[in-house]
């Protein structure tokens, strides 16, 4: 028999999850009346409050959420989660705690997710990755009290603890790099403008370009894809005075990047000087293989794991900066062409 569920609850009351949360575990936030047309659905098609009993007796879940608001597809060719997500499991793990994923489309459908399972005590913690500069997830993670650690530099808008690196010295490096082979005409192909990470890439690369002198940066945003990272590089390519060398923000655009240049007959990096912002397999299994700023990804995600631990223990927030990501030079990159 299927297990009747507050979504369900949700739907024939006409109010949200939360609504449903409030009145089912003796919440403040809902009015007396609209509590008992809560109750009365909830017993008319036979709900059973498991999960939310256990919480009240005062156990945990065992679990802590992660909701990806990212293409299903972009996932399967995208390093980067994998390996965060391997390290967040290594910690989980060895404290007999279940990692829950989710892929969903965007923040809104995100916010709907953790409502579900802090309502159903699936999670005592949120990992928060992807972070928009005004991001409506934070205000519900705040609202219902989730512990919760951010996967990326910390926000004035919350005291949420936060684990990152610093994205613009690694960036720096990059651009310094370039410039003392000889490139004066370097580009970035970025990732999505909407998240903070990305904003702070830009900027950092932005003010880089601009010291050393180089005229106005030449900056193309993306969704991350390899289709959009190979339509960024085509369309840099083909102007009159084309750059030299191009940085990315990720390996997947990179490698697309290596093909375009292929096939449109440039050689790398002979005409052309490519560096991928994130380092794995797929950097040294292209030929020629590329030159990428590399950081222990596993390890960024066993330390976000071990500070929404303490959280859940009941210690004070508290944020994390790894080590910033250093450049690892391989083939990809060389002297500026002559000219």
């Keep these: 028999m299927k297990r009747v569920t507050i979504v369900e609850i949700a739907e024939r009351a006409g109010v949200s999850i939360g609504a449903v949360s409030y009145a089912l575990n003796g919440r403040p936030g809902v009015s007396e009346e609209t509590r008992r047309r809560i109750m009365e659905i909830a017993d008319e098609i036979g709900w059973r409050p498991s999960l939310a009993a256990r919480s009240l007796s005062g156990s945990r879940a065992h679990g802590v959420g992660l909701v990806l608001a990212r293409p299903a597809d972009t996932l399967g060719v995208e390093p ?3 390996r965060f997500i391997s390290g967040l499991e290594r910690e989980l793990s060895g404290q007999r705690i279940a990692l829950l994923l989710q892929v969903v489309e965007d923040h809104r459908a995100a916010v709907e997710a953790i409502r579900l399972w802090w309502a159903e005590r699936r999670i005592d913690g949120l990992v928060v990755t992807d972070m928009y500069a005004q991001d409506v997830r934070i205000p519900v993670i705040e609202e219902l009290r989730i512990p919760a650690v951010l996967a990326g530099r910390p926000r004035p808008d919350t005291r949420l603890g936060a684990v990152w690196t610093d994205d613009t010295a690694a960036v720096d490096a990059s651009v310094d790099y370039l410039v003392a082979l000889g490139h004066r005409r370097i580009a970035r192909v970025a990732g999505l403008p909407g998240l903070d990470h990305t904003r702070v890439r830009i900027a950092a690369f932005r003010a880089a370009v601009l010291r050393h002198g180089l005229g106005e940066p030449d900056v193309v945003e993306t969704d991350y894809t390899a289709e959009e990272g190979g339509r960024a590089t085509r369309a ?11 940085l990315y923000d990720n390996d997947v655009m990179a490698v697309a990047a290596l093909t375009v240049a292929q096939e449109m007959g440039l050689s790398v ?3 052309l000087s490519i560096l991928a912002g994130d380092d794995s397999q797929l950097c040294v299994l292209v030929r020629p293989a590329l030159t990428a700023l590399s950081r222990d990804i596993q390890a960024y995600g066993l330390q976000t794991a071990r500070v929404l631990l303490d959280l859940i223990d009941g210690r004070a927030p ?6 910033t990501a250093r450049l690892t030079v391989r083939g990809s990159t060389a002297a500026a062409p002559d000219g």
């Design 80 to 82: 980067f989660f994998m």
């Design 236 to 246: 840099l390519l083909s102007r009159r005075g084309r750059p030299t060398a191009i």
């Design 269 to 271: 990096p002979g005409e």
């Design 318 to 323: 508290r944020s994390y900066q790894g080590n």
